[in-house]
């Protein structure tokens, strides 16, 4: 193993995460010899490590990769400690129940995953929910073992065996795709948009969020951790993730829409409706900017997203405040109309109910929602799966879920990117092609395209 400079990274001395996972291991064996109160989290700094490395080298393990909007910090896990799936008849409720009891009001340990948008069908390893406490974890330089009860005690032993403490370099240059295809095609774009401009004009609908599917080829099965690593270096403002669950499918993207933080009684979401690409200079950017905020189009789009969210949380709250007037959120390709909303919610409101409240937005379903959700999957030539879904993490004592747009799904020599477009009265269909087409500009510019 090199200590030098590789293309994943700078690299790490092997001795030193032997001697990590032999503190690990001597700290697991205390716990047999003490009276713990379970779960618990055994820790050991390991500086240096090259998180994306240590990763790749566990390609055979689950591998979670989460890093919040505003930090620069990468929270990566390997291994499984627990899983808890959502079974056809349960709710997000009793999945989020379920998690927060094994939790056992531990605050340093939390569950990492995601919901299914629309159902199962081609994201079978994914499932309708999944969310995963990984067996190790890796944040502000501090490897963190997770430990569920007295009996756990050996099976992390076995498992920290079987997960690599060292890393494994690999090549950050991604490889060109052979072919690309889409689904709908453009024609099938455009019977599809004028299909919801219809339902629009007879007043079924206000909005509707349309999806596109874009499937890039290669020669080679993708590296997920090389693909996030280069999202994570190349994209700001935005919840980079990876959700590999021990298959050969990952899910990964760039969102930057966070759909709530709830801790305590204290609740944060927002508004994320109306695009415009970046200028090439300046003056051009700004240009596009005026043109945003000025735009009748998209200020609807974005009225429909913030009144829906009026309308479904005032039941919830003692105070909400919802921005009057959109700022721009600007990133790397794109920028955005945003509204910040904050709130504070009753007492003992259920984040399951809050989730079933809040998604989908308009943003990302439509308005009403009751009336565009039956129209997405009739029109719709595919599931969304984990696209557009809810993402992110529960802890015990709060939760945060952002929306898995900008993503794509790999699969094997197959990377699936999605994107959507909200159709409003005025929507033009070649506009909103060019829309989906650049919000996935991100995935596009790492792979040299």
């Given at each position: 193993?090199?200590?030098?400079?590789?293309?994943?990274?700078?690299?790490?001395?092997?001795?030193?995460?032997?001697?990590?996972?032999?503190?690990?291991?001597?700290?697991?064996?205390?716990?047999?010899?003490?009276?713990?109160?379970?779960?618990?989290?055994?820790?050991?700094?390991?500086?240096?490590?090259?998180?994306?490395?240590?990763?790749?080298?566990?390609?055979?393990?689950?591998?979670?990769?989460?890093?919040?909007?505003?930090?620069?910090?990468?929270?990566?896990?390997?291994?499984?400690?627990?899983?808890?799936?959502?079974?056809?008849?349960?709710?997000?409720?009793?999945?989020?129940?379920?998690?927060?009891?094994?939790?056992?009001?531990?605050?340093?340990?939390?569950?990492?995953?995601?919901?299914?948008?629309?159902?199962?069908?081609?994201?079978?390893?994914?499932?309708?929910?999944?969310?995963?406490?990984?067996?190790?974890?890796?944040?502000?330089?501090?490897?963190?073992?997770?430990?569920?009860?007295?009996?756990?005690?050996?099976?992390?032993?076995?498992?920290?065996?079987?997960?690599?403490?060292?890393?494994?370099?690999?090549?950050?240059?991604?490889?060109?795709?052979?072919?690309?295809?889409?689904?709908?095609?453009?024609?099938?774009?455009?019977?599809?948009?004028?299909?919801?401009?219809?339902?629009?004009?007879?007043?079924?609908?206000?909005?509707?969020?349309?999806?596109?599917?874009?499937?890039?080829?290669?020669?080679?099965?993708?590296?997920?951790?090389?693909?996030?690593?280069?999202?994570?270096?190349?994209?700001?403002?935005?919840?980079?993730?990876?959700?590999?669950?021990?298959?050969?499918?990952?899910?990964?993207?760039?969102?930057?829409?966070?759909?709530?933080l709830r801790k305590d009684k204290q609740l944060r979401s927002e508004v994320v409706a109306g695009t415009r690409a970046r200028g090439e200079t300046p003056d051009a950017d700004e240009k596009l900017a005026i043109e945003l905020?000025?735009?009748?189009?998209?200020?609807?789009?974005?009225?429909?997203?913030?009144?829906?969210?009026?309308?479904?949380?005032?039941?919830?709250?003692?105070?909400?405040?919802?921005?009057?007037?959109?700022?721009?959120?600007?990133?790397?390709?794109?920028?955005?109309?945003?509204?910040?909303?904050?709130?504070?919610?009753?007492?003992?409101?259920?984040?399951?109910?809050?989730?079933?409240?809040?998604?989908?937005?308009?943003?990302?379903?439509?308005?009403?929602?009751?009336?565009?959700?039956?129209?997405?999957?009739?029109?719709?030539?595919?599931?969304?799966?984990?696209?557009?879904?809810?993402?992110?993490?529960?802890?015990?004592?709060?939760?945060?879920?952002?929306?898995?747009?900008?993503?794509?799904?790999?699969?094997?020599?197959?990377?699936?990117?999605?994107?959507?477009?909200?159709?409003?009265?005025?929507?033009?269909?070649?506009?909103?092609?060019?829309?989906?087409e650049n919000k996935i500009q991100d995935f596009i510019s790492v792979l040299g395209q």
């Open positions: 193993m090199s200590n030098g400079q590789t293309e994943g990274g700078a690299g790490i001395d092997t001795r030193l995460t032997s001697a990590v996972a032999a503190k690990l291991l001597e700290k697991l064996s205390a716990l047999e010899k003490s009276e713990t109160q379970f779960p618990t989290t055994v820790r050991v700094a390991a500086p240096g490590l090259n998180v994306w490395q240590w990763l790749h080298a566990n390609r055979e393990q689950t591998r979670i990769v989460w890093s919040n909007r505003d930090s620069a910090e990468v929270t990566a896990g390997v291994g499984t400690a627990a899983i808890v799936s959502l079974t056809p008849n349960s709710s997000a409720s009793e999945c989020i129940a379920k998690c927060r009891s094994i939790l056992g009001g531990n605050a340093d340990l939390k569950f990492f995953g995601g919901f299914s948008f629309d159902g199962t069908d081609g994201w079978e390893a994914f499932g309708a929910g999944r969310f995963a406490i990984p067996r190790l974890l890796f944040s502000r330089g501090e490897l963190t073992l997770a430990v569920l009860d007295a009996e756990d005690i050996g099976k992390a032993k076995l498992e920290l065996q079987q997960i690599r403490c060292d890393v494994e370099p690999y090549a950050k240059s991604m490889p060109a795709p052979t072919g690309r295809s889409y689904t709908p095609t453009v024609d099938g774009w455009q019977s599809r948009v004028d299909e919801a401009l219809s339902l629009i004009r007879s007043e079924v609908l206000e909005k509707i969020v349309l999806s596109r599917r874009a499937t890039l080829d290669f020669d080679q099965p993708l590296n997920p951790i090389a693909l996030t690593q280069r999202l994570k270096e190349t994209t700001h403002d935005c919840f980079v993730f990876c959700f590999d669950f021990g298959s050969s499918s990952a899910f990964l993207g760039a969102t930057p829409e966070r759909l709530f905020l000025t735009s009748d189009k998209d200020q609807r789009e974005h009225d429909i997203v913030r009144k829906s969210i009026r309308q479904k949380l005032h039941k919830f709250v003692d105070h909400l405040d919802v921005d009057n007037q959109a700022s721009i959120l600007r990133l790397t390709w794109k920028q955005h109309l945003r509204s910040n909303v904050q709130g504070t919610l009753k007492e003992d409101v259920d984040d399951g109910v809050l989730l079933q409240r809040l998604h989908p937005t308009p943003a990302v379903g439509g308005y009403p929602t009751e009336n565009a959700l039956p129209e997405i999957a009739r029109i719709e030539p595919f599931n969304r799966g984990w696209f557009a879904a809810p993402i992110g993490w529960i802890g015990a004592d709060s939760v945060e879920f952002a929306v898995g747009i900008r993503s794509g799904l790999i699969e094997g020599n197959a990377l699936s990117l999605y994107s959507g477009a909200g159709i409003v009265r005025g929507s033009d269909p070649d506009q909103e092609w060019q829309e989906v």
